[in-house]
């Protein structure tokens, strides 16, 4: 059973646009959550992070939102630019284990230009 | 610069034969996970470790096995490839304690075939 769900494979956008990547989550003990961007051919680069505790944490042009209640985050990437398209992963964590991270199964972004 | 290099970017290799995958980071960090990729899947997490010849099975460990004999370097070995282990293959580590989401610096990846 998957404890962390991208249930969007692929989101079309127009450069200049906002860009809005959803995850969902089971486990109620997932303390940290992390989104990842990867390129073809290339390992995931870290993007942004939020903790628990908050419900939102912004760099630059992402926005981390996150619904606790709701077991939901989301990404907003603002203004989407061409250089954004790529396989975004969400990922959970619970700390004090030795860091071992969940994934969602990615979303493909294209922003058109 | 953070850095986590991989043995290979692409091989092929042919069924029942036994595959070594190297993974080598020089940031001095405790923790290093192989995963591999599947369209679909996103990543899954094959085996981790947190220490030298410390080893942890993670959710799909079955027909891999790890070795781990010096800090920077994680070995992920497939002891009798099969066609279903064609994958992307994806080596990682990170620190081992403090505070935070420590995230995980990734390598490049080794596209694998078994033919």
């Known amino acids: 059973d998957q404890q962390v769900k991208q249930n969007s494979p692929s989101l079309s956008v127009q450069e200049g646009r906002i860009s809005i990547l959803n995850c969902d989550y089971t486990n109620s003990m997932f303390d940290y959550f992390l989104w990842y961007k990867k390129y073809p051919a290339e390992g995931p680069t870290f993007l942004i992070s939020?903790?628990?505790?908050?419900d939102k944490n912004e760099d630059g042009r992402f926005t981390v939102f996150l619904n606790k209640s709701a077991k939901h985050l989301s990404l907003h990437i603002v203004p989407s630019q061409p250089g954004d398209s790529a396989v975004y992963f969400c990922a959970a964590m619970t700390s004090g284990s030795a860091r071992q991270l969940t994934f969602g199964s990615g979303t493909q972004l294209t922003v058109l230009p | 610069d953070v850095k986590v290099t991989q043995s290979s970017r692409y091989l092929v290799k042919r069924t029942g034969e036994k595959v070594f995958l190297e993974c080598v980071q020089d940031?001095?960090?405790?923790?290093m996970f192989w995963y591999r990729q599947d369209p679909g899947l996103g990543l899954r997490l094959i085996y981790f470790?947190?220490?030298?010849?410390?080893?942890e099975k993670g959710d799909i460990p079955e027909g891999y096995s790890v070795s781990r004999e010096k800090k920077e370097r994680f070995s992920l070995i497939l002891e009798s490839a099969s066609t279903n282990q064609t994958s992307m293959y994806l080596c990682a580590s990170t620190l081992r304690g403090g505070q935070g989401p420590k995230e995980q610096y990734f390598g490049p990846g080794t596209r694998l075939t078994v033919t």
């Open positions: 940031m001095d960090h405790e923790n």
């Open positions: 939020i903790s628990s505790i908050k």
């Open positions: 470790s947190y220490d030298v010849k410390m080893k």
